[in-house]
């Protein structure tokens, strides 16, 4: 009885069918919930500086972390996925908070998460498909420095004037070697048992070490106090008028862009590591939930982490469980374990981190950049050095533009025709590669109408016609041969290519002896539709 009870439970928080939820042992149990462990403990000092970040209490990260951790767990679209208060969310809210005050954050979190479920609701999020695989590792290479030059402010502390300044002499030297203690356990744990997760293993014994021996080097406490009490509802105390949505509303668009960027790529990323596919949709939805409800709870807002997530999925975290476990024990930290967790070294979490960054960097791109075309070189390094510069969301946009351009050259250079006349004299131009905005004017200028018969027909059974450019090409040249007493006729269209034609307002005249418009189908054109030569 107390096992079937704990399938059915199981199978609530991993969303598998109840053969996996069968498979949920205590073993695995214990594997999620000390992943869960490790995350949380990881979270802490994360969620505190991107507070510090945007301007806000650490409690505000800390709450954001706690109810987006929870509820995407329970129904992003990507079990082993951690969100949270996130930097780059954090650097766009510095501002609006600076000049109007948290509230306004609030209320912009409430209308990010909005516009995040309504991405999904219309499905938005199937776009990310569009993001090519040198993006991809400019995405992954981008985030991994960004984590790790995020880790070197641990390595500054305040003077006697309050001012941050970097470490010097033995208080430098013990901190590196915390840090190198940290990583050696976490490489070496797994070739001696599997039974705790490797940074879990280095957070406690280094956090041991340096409380039993009383070493001298920052803690979570010596950046602010994490105790607070259970997130309360909180309305957003802000006028409800065209003028705060006018202040509100670039902000929310902006966030809730970046989030979900980060999120989806965060979806494929952790999708390609463990074998599985996620829901883009409903982690739109889900991330969007996330941030409505912390709005209303007094939290920054947050999306998908990848550091976190890359330290669950290497802990073991497999299941919704672990996200769900990371989300309960932060908030046990902050309601009744603080003083414990404010014990913990940042050397120990520094470890981590570094340690996440070396996983997470993709080193083989390093060697494909002198095997790969390029552009696609050149577009891992451009992604790579925008997302470090400025953010995420620029570097990927930037990323999938030039990748665009650059698809775009090469099928434009890539279209030709052969030529052969017909025993009833007409000239056939067979049109290989796709006629579009980049290729049209390379189309027009495979013809020769001075010296072409006075039927020529263009058959585009090895070619496509995409857009309002090639309607506009095509109707071009059917005027330069209706000028000239000749006539222009299409041949084998695909049933996408005639829609397209047709839309356009009558550019094509049907022929009477194929009304399904099957392969064999040859059509005349009307020209003056499209204003083409305007």
């Known amino acids: 009885m107390a096992r079937a009870l704990l399938a059915s439970f199981a199978n609530r928080l991993a969303f598998s069918s109840p053969t996996e939820a069968e498979t949920l042992s205590p073993a695995r149990w214990r594997i999620e919930i000390l992943s869960g462990l490790t995350v949380a403990l990881a979270l802490v000092p994360e969620a505190v500086a991107f507070a510090f970040v945007a301007g806000v209490h650490p409690l505000v990260g800390l709450y954001a972390a706690f109810i987006v951790g929870l509820i995407t767990a329970l129904i992003g679209g990507r079990p082993g996925m951690i969100s949270g208060a996130t930097g780059a969310l954090a650097v766009v809210m510095v501002a609006l908070v600076a000049e109007h005050g948290v509230e306004y954050l609030f209320a912009t979190v409430v209308l990010m998460g909005i516009l995040q479920i309504l991405s999904g609701i219309f499905k938005l999020g199937k776009f990310i498909r569009l993001v090519p695989h040198p993006v991809m590792l400019g995405f992954v290479n981008g985030l991994a420095i960004v984590i790790f030059l995020a880790q070197l402010t641990q390595f500054r502390v305040p003077n006697e004037a309050g001012e941050l300044v970097w470490m010097t002499g033995w208080p430098l030297v013990m901190m590196l070697a915390l840090v190198a203690l940290t990583m050696v356990i976490i490489w070496g744990m797994p070739k001696l048992?599997?039974?705790?997760?490797?940074?879990?293993?280095?957070?406690?014994?280094?956090?041991?070490?340096?409380?039993?021996?009383?070493?001298?080097?920052?803690?979570?406490?010596?950046?602010?106090?994490?105790?607070?009490?259970?997130?309360?509802?909180h309305i957003p105390m802000v006028p409800l008028n065209l003028e705060t949505l006018q202040i509100i509303a670039p902000y929310a668009f902006i966030l809730a862009a970046i989030g979900l960027i980060e999120s989806l790529l965060t979806l494929n990323l952790v999708g390609e590591i463990t074998g599985k596919r996620g829901g883009a949709s409903q982690e739109c939805i889900a991330q969007g939930v996330a941030n409505t409800v912390t709005g209303f709870f007094g939290g920054m807002g947050g999306c998908a982490m990848i550091g976190q997530s890359m330290i669950n999925v290497k802990s073991g975290g497999r299941t919704r469980i672990a996200g769900v476990a990371a989300a309960l024990f932060l908030l046990l930290f902050i309601v009744a374990a603080s003083?414990?967790?404010?014990?913990?070294?940042?050397?120990?979490?520094?470890?981590?981190?570094?340690?996440?960054?070396?996983?997470?960097?993709?080193?083989?791109?390093?060697?494909?950049?002198?095997?790969?075309?390029?552009?696609?070189?050149?577009?891992?390094?451009?992604?790579?050095?925008?997302?470090?510069?400025?953010?995420?969301?620029?570097?990927?946009?930037?990323?999938?533009?030039?990748?665009?351009?650059?698809?775009?050259?090469?099928?434009?250079?890539?279209?030709?025709?052969?030529?052969?006349?017909?025993?009833?004299?007409?000239?056939?131009?067979?049109?290989?590669?796709?006629?579009?905005?980049?290729?049209?004017?390379?189309?027009?200028?495979?013809?020769?109408?001075?010296?072409?018969?006075?039927?020529?027909?263009?058959?585009?059974?090895?070619?496509?016609?995409?857009?309002q450019s090639a309607l506009t090409a095509i109707e071009a040249m059917a005027a330069k041969y209706a000028e000239a007493g000749k006539t222009l006729q299409l041949r084998h269209l695909s049933k996408d290519c005639h829609q397209l034609l047709s839309k356009a307002g009558q550019l094509m005249i049907d022929s009477d002896d194929d009304p399904d418009y099957a392969i064999a189908a040859n059509y005349s054109v009307k020209t003056g539709i499209l204003g083409a030569g305007h």
């Open 193 to 233: 048992t599997r039974v705790v997760p490797a940074p879990l293993a280095g957070i406690g014994i280094v956090a041991v070490l340096v409380i039993v021996f009383g070493i001298d080097v920052p803690r979570v406490g010596d950046m602010a106090s994490i105790q607070g009490g259970l997130p309360s509802f």
């Open 339 to 467: 003083p414990l967790i404010e014990q913990i070294p940042l050397a120990a979490l520094v470890g981590v981190m570094f340690m996440v960054v070396i996983g997470t960097f993709a080193w083989q791109s390093l060697t494909i950049l002198r095997r790969v075309p390029l552009t696609d070189a050149l577009v891992i390094v451009l992604v790579t050095v925008v997302t470090v510069l400025t953010d995420l969301a620029i570097a990927v946009v930037v990323g999938v533009i030039v990748s665009a351009l650059a698809y775009a050259w090469n099928n434009a250079s890539r279209i030709h025709a052969k030529t052969y006349d017909t025993p009833e004299g007409a000239k056939v131009y067979q049109v290989q590669g796709p006629l579009f905005f980049g290729s049209s004017a390379g189309f027009v200028e495979l013809f020769d109408v001075s010296k072409d018969p006075s039927m020529v027909i263009v058959d585009f059974a090895d070619s496509r016609v995409v857009d």
